[in-house]
């Protein structure tokens, strides 16, 4: 029986661990070759073809997908690569989902919920603007937040060097006003701290419980759980 063909870009997105798009790309950069030769976009491959990535070849294992909750601890970094005295978050993960990539990331300082997965597709999905994904923060202040800075934030929004920043916030508690929960559907670089910094804050705590469908739930610091893609 002849093999079954796939999509070039379905197979290096599922053994490279990155979206379509960015398998397209490599294509058209001529980076991809089959049994030798350069091959164009829309491509097809079969089991006994033999792929290679900058000279590199690919496995034809068969993968499968896996999607990981994992609530990140305080002074860990999202990189393979420790930096300086902050270990890196695969310190700590089990070595079996260490080919896993963050989907998006939380800076050394910020804690909670954080998802990994070797589905270049559903990073893409979480984490490009096109594509409008509800994250929520748990935020401490280092003082209270006044009235009118509240009401600038949610309503009008505060001028950061790379655009208007405009959050949704509300009181944790009654009785705190250092204490918010912050909902946001952008993902720019440190965008919470950058807000509150531009009105004379500093963020105390930054903790994510929720990104798009997914919760933090109960999971404590450290926690790991395989989850199902929503």
């Avoid at 053994?15 to 950069?29: F, H, M, N, P």
């Avoid at 589905?119 to 923060?137: L, N």
């Avoid at 903790?207 to 610091?221: A, C, I, Q, T, W």
Wanted: glycine fraction near 8%.
């Amino acid at each position: 029986m002849t093999p079954e063909p796939i999509r070039l870009n379905k197979f290096l997105a599922l053994q490279l661990g990155v979206s379509r798009r960015e398998a397209d790309l490599l294509i058209e950069k001529g980076s991809v070759r089959v049994n030798g030769n350069p091959v164009v976009l829309g491509a097809h491959i079969t089991s006994t073809d033999h792929i290679e990535v900058d000279g590199k070849p690919v496995t034809s294992t068969k993968k499968a997908y896996v999607y990981l909750a994992f609530n990140k601890p305080v002074g860990y970094v999202c990189s393979r690569r420790a930096q300086g005295d902050s270990p890196t978050i695969y310190s700590i993960i089990p070595h079996e989902y260490h080919e896993l990539k963050p989907v998006g990331r939380l800076d050394r300082n910020s804690s909670g919920l954080l998802l990994l997965s070797n589905d270049g597709d559903f990073t893409f999905r979480m984490t490009h603007p096109s594509f409008v994904k509800t994250k929520v923060y748990h935020v401490r202040l280092d003082r209270n937040l006044e009235p009118l800075h509240q009401q600038m934030i949610s309503d009008f929004g505060i001028q950061l060097e790379d655009g208007r920043s405009q959050l949704h916030l509300m009181r944790r508690y009654d009785d705190r006003g250092d204490e918010w929960v912050v909902t946001m559907s952008e993902g720019r670089n440190r965008q919470i701290r950058r807000t509150f910094s531009a009105l004379g804050y500093t963020v105390k705590r930054l903790h994510r419980v929720e990104f798009g469908n997914y919760s933090l739930g109960d999971m404590k610091p450290g926690d790991i759980k395989v989850v199902d893609i929503q």
